[in-house]
């Protein structure tokens, strides 16, 4: 393996600085903590990025000392613009002493994939929920409409009324079947290239004119993130119901949804029988409400799991499981204020390489 796809593919940030704390080479993961291009990075000071007083500095003076290398657990790092996480921290002098590698091992990486793989595993059981649900509703809803076509025909009182009553719960049973269906089994034969700005940018213009219009939109693309393989309407949909929540969870004034893409290297999700795929699109929806309620955060895409009234708690698990149908995942990510949604996605036949050349 080449050292620079080994680097690259590091699933955390990591450093080689010189005696100075100078940064000389950053790998992907370290420059989107740092919100900088390699080539912005070296020359610049560690400091400049994680504070003056960080903890981390401690080490690296242990080591100017110690050839050997020293593991430091539970060490915070206050990154500029991302605040205090906490990491274990690798680090170790190399080239005879010149340089210091550091590595910064994310706390609760370890948790996310797990959880990654803990909805995968539960997908099958969501398919088999909804393929009951669909043929337990559907039959009664047909007689229903029908019922309901031979009462507008006859002489009862208030008919109209009764009606229209029948018809709105039969559309409400047959919206929640349409969405329970998709949680079947879907069908990656169809699956064309598509841009994913063009994704959101359909489901941002369809708020704009509904349940988004009291809502200030804010977007940070990166035009050069690569295709991805799908459904648009898929994606349409599972985009529209995140950022849905969104709007409806922040302020009728000063209410904000942000939206952010970016390439992302260095992670990859793989299950049992099939290739791991390198999730190299993260796309980042966040708002000002809020947030997520705590009494459902550990169960937040398990189906009818919401807090929402009148809410069929369908919204985040039909998220997951187009997601995870698409080779990528969905996470609830952990900040102080609103929520913060994050999808990560495989590109469509791309490697870093030809990203890079």
Known sequence: MDFKDLWESVPYPAFVLNVKNEIKLANPLSQQYCENSLSRLVGQNLSNYIGLNSSVFEVLEKISSNSSAIVKFDVPVNWKNKGNQVFDMYAVSVETGCSNLILFHPKRLKGKMEQ????????????????????EIKNPLASIIGAT?????????????????????????????????????INTVDFNILNIHDVIDKVKRSALQGYGSHVSFEE????????????????????HNIIKNSCEAVGKKGGRVIIKTSFYSGLALGSFGKKNKKLQLMITISDNGPGVSKNILA???????????????????????????HGGFVELDEISEGACFKIYLPAHDISLSERFH
């Not at 595993?121 to 669909?134: D, E, N, P, T």
């Not at 229209?164 to 269906?181: H, M």
């Not at 940070?220 to 985009?239: E, H, M, R, W």
């Open 116 to 135: 990654a793989l803990l909805n995968q595993s539960s997908i099958k059981s969501v398919s088999a929920m909804g393929s009951v649900l669909s043929h």
């Open 149 to 185: 076509q031979l009462l507008e025909n006859s002489n009862v009182k208030n008919k109209k009324t009764l009606t229209q009553i029948i018809l709105e719960e039969a559309k409400r049973i047959e919206n929640i079947v349409d969405r329970v269906q998709l949680l079947g089994e």
């Open 220 to 239: 940070s693309y990166d035009p050069s993130i690569p295709n991805v393989k799908g459904d648009f309407d898929l994606l349409t949909q599972a985009f």
């Open 299 to 325: 169960d937040i895409f398990d189906p009818f799991s919401t807090t929402k009234i009148g809410g069929s708690g369908l919204g985040l698990p039909l998220v997951a499981k187009i997601i995870s149908e």
